[in-house]
């Protein structure tokens, strides 16, 4: 691991992730100044009782100056509007980048209100929670985790390595891809299922009082793992979807066109339509199961699910 | 708690359900002899190396020879043809009840062919594990879920109360309903998560080679939790389907119809539309994570769920 440190850190949005950013960075000391911006004053006096950072701003332009490394943790619908506020701000030599989970959005966005003398380096750490705002943070939220980095072409080889190694340092796995593979794999990985499971908790929402209150008791049959996904960050999951439309829409209208054929195969009985689809996906989890245990996958993973009810008479 | 106790039970399949009532009735001295029926000779060694069950047997009719308690623990597809095989050879003043995931279609295929000196109270514990076969089993499997029971009208209420009491030995919360509401109820609750899980892992495995090494690489990113569920028992799941075909395709339906208008909101860029749904179904989660402090859920319920990389300008 490459030894990484910033003379002054600005982190614009200071919630879950750039709240645990913040403290892993004071954990490992890479950082000898932080500076969060925040648009509530409310957000801004909990980041600095805190702790956390040094000083808080209202102001983006005021957050970025004379910092060598502004890290955007807002929703990414708000990245133009704040590039576009700070970007004249920006150090020469300073880098920017992100922790946005869609990145072609974010190119296209920020990159024109950025000088040229600044290196533009886009991320997306797959790590969370449910929570939200700087209390929910922790700083050992990204070990363990992937961090994909999707460099633009103009970005130096000083700046992408010093980008990597900050995310090394809070104990992440880097990976590099183009934005275009980003928004692809994430469409599959990350955005289709929550959409799915945002759908069938809202189907559940809609139903009588009685049944709904049956739902949540028992919720433990396999409904409870969605309804989890499902609490996410209402503003966030927005903008992914305005933001990623086509690689969610082209994932969504395959699984349409599969869920279709497996509708057809109940409605005519076709168990063995059924049983084959439900052994290959077995298939899937065992790969997901070797990675795992091949040491690149959190070790958090919960072991035992909820509730399948596997009988066997073998 | 009642205190409950059978002399011989006979459990027909040794699977995960089956074995881990053996040994939790074996904890909790609920039987004086247990026996098991499997088709396989396999299975039938396995479960007498275990040491959970006396006396193994391939034949349906010699299990339950004696018994007072017959419980079935194989897919519901073999209920049927099960009952007709052991039906004459029940004791008289016997109960039999079962495991399965749908009920209606349990009555129709099993109540005909038991003698009218045999009470029938079907049940459904909400619990269970992708592991399959008897070395999967464990006694604490049902400690705090539900077991769901929905006698028939012409069951005895001392039947009823000695399962009732047979399943709160076992550590479970007993509920009673009719049929029809049960299978209502789990298709929202599981038959549907399990179903679109399925899907969404189906789609995956669809992708080319590159495409699914990625999805496997990020799958913390939500996927994760879908492939847990889509591991289930194939068998016992193309079961369920194919006997609850009415009640999973009418919310199936509702569920379709809630996507598409998702999906025409993403591709119409309605922002507004999506936020307030994301918005809604955090009330669910909230209702579930209500409900569980209030004691009546699994305390074991991970708490972190994976990847939501919740951003928050606040």
């Known amino acids: 691991m490459t030894s990484v440190h910033?003379?002054?850190v600005a982190l614009i949005g200071i919630g879950l992730i750039g709240s645990s950013l913040a403290r892993a960075m004071r954990e490992n000391k890479l950082a000898d100044t932080l500076v969060a911006c925040a648009r509530k004053e409310e957000t801004r006096k909990t980041a600095l009782d805190l702790g956390i950072?040094?000083?808080?701003?209202e102001n983006p332009a005021d957050a970025v100056r004379d910092a060598d490394l502004v890290i955007l943790c807002t929703p990414v619908s708000t990245y133009g509007p704040l590039a576009e506020t700070f970007g004249k701000h920006l150090k020469a030599g300073a880098i920017v980048t992100d922790?946005?989970?869609?990145?072609?959005?974010?190119?296209?966005?920020v990159k024109p209100h950025l000088p040229d003398s600044v290196d533009f380096v886009p991320g997306h750490p797959i790590a969370g929670t449910e929570q939200s705002g700087p209390e929910a943070g922790f700083a050992s939220l990204f070990v363990n985790?992937?961090?994909?980095?999707?460099?633009t072409a103009e970005a130096s080889d000083t700046a992408l390595n010093r980008i990597r190694s900050l995310w090394e340092a809070c104990g992440s796995m880097v990976e590099i891809m183009t934005p275009e593979r980003h928004d692809k794999v994430l469409a599959v990985t990350s955005h289709l299922p929550h959409l799915i499971a945002y759908t069938i908790v809202g189907t559940a929402t809609d139903l009588e009082e009685d049944d709904q209150a049956d739902v949540i008791k028992f919720s433990a049959s396999g409904f409870r793992d969605f309804t989890r996904i499902a609490a996410s960050d209402p503003v966030m999951w927005r903008d992914v979807f305005l933001t990623n439309r086509d690689a969610?829409?082209?994932?969504?209208?395959?699984?349409?066109?599969?869920?279709?054929?497996?509708?057809?195969?109940?409605?005519?009985?076709?168990?063995?339509?059924?049983?084959?689809?439900?052994?290959?996906?077995?298939?899937?989890?065992?790969?997901?199961?070797?990675?795992?245990?091949?040491?690149?996958?959190?070790?958090?993973?919960?072991?035992?699910?909820?509730?399948?009810?596997?009988?066997?008479?073998s």
């Open 6 to 8: 910033f003379e002054k």
């Open 53 to 57: 950072v040094d000083e808080a701003f």
């Open 99 to 109: 922790v946005g989970s869609v990145k072609q959005s974010v190119v296209n966005d």
């Open 145 to 151: 985790r992937w961090c994909i980095l999707t460099p």
């Open 248 to 313: 969610v829409l082209e994932i969504l209208q395959r699984f349409t066109e599969d869920l279709t054929a497996l509708q057809r195969a109940i409605r005519r009985s076709e168990g063995d339509t059924l049983q084959d689809l439900f052994t290959r996906t077995r298939e899937i989890r065992r790969g997901i199961v070797d990675a795992h245990q091949a040491g690149t996958f959190d070790p958090r993973e919960p072991e035992v699910i909820e509730e399948t009810t596997d009988k066997d008479v």
